[in-house]
């Protein structure tokens, strides 16, 4: 009798294992991406929040279901798009998985690509983060000694407001996805 080992071909159900090449390439332009423009530590959950959101993007902007190393750079302009601050992404990423999902569902199966894109959006979705709260920097000033009314020379700003640590500055819990993209977003420029 044959041993087949784990890394055999077969499936459990004696059907060809299938590998998630589009979602792991997509996941592989994200990182590199990432990499390049040495914004975060790979290790932290905010590279993972960035990555993931790029990745999805990528995945989910592929709609011929062929992401070709070629046609990445022509890409970029559409994912810089996509990403933009004030951009519906949630709700694109929303529609775009729902439409896959009702396509798979339809067609019987769910591949391994669109499950685990589905694991990370839903790990976008429900993990929040801690990080600086954008909206009250203004309302930080006074930490800094200065009013918001202060016209002083902005490089002496800039410096002082480097000297003021990241406890000083009011944080919130912010939803992966909401860090995330903003950061695929500078990478992709960086790139």
């Known amino acids: 009798m044959r041993h087949k080992g784990q890394g ?20 592989y332009i994200a990182d590199e991406l990432l990499r390049t423009g040495d914004l975060m530590p790979p290790s932290s959950f ?12 990528i995945f989910l902007s592929d709609s011929e279901g062929e992401l070709s190393g070629i046609r990445v750079v022509s890409q970029l302009d559409n994912w810089l798009s ?11 990423v929303s529609e775009r998985m729902d439409a896959l999902v009702s396509e798979a569902d339809s067609a019987g199966a769910r591949g391994p690509d669109l499950e685990l894109a589905l694991n990370a959006w839903s790990w ?20 800094m000694g200065r009013s918001t009314d202060d016209t002083a020379d902005g490089a002496d700003w800039a410096n002082e407001a480097d000297e003021v640590s990241d406890e000083r500055l009011p944080q919130v819990w912010t939803p992966a996805w ?10 992709i420029h960086l790139f």
């Open 124 to 143: 976008l979705e429900e993990t929040e983060l801690l990080a600086p709260d954008l909206g009250a920097v203004v309302d930080a000033l006074p930490l």
């Open 8 to 27: 055999s071909a077969e499936g459990a159900d004696g059907g060809e294992l299938t590998v998630p090449m589009a979602w792991l390439y997509a996941e």
């Open 82 to 92: 996509l990403t933009a601050y004030e951009r519906p992404w949630q709700r694109w």
């Open 46 to 57: 905010e590279f993972r929040a960035g990555r993931d959101a790029l990745a999805l993007t």
């Open 178 to 187: 909401q860090l995330g993209l903003p950061l695929g977003h500078l990478a």
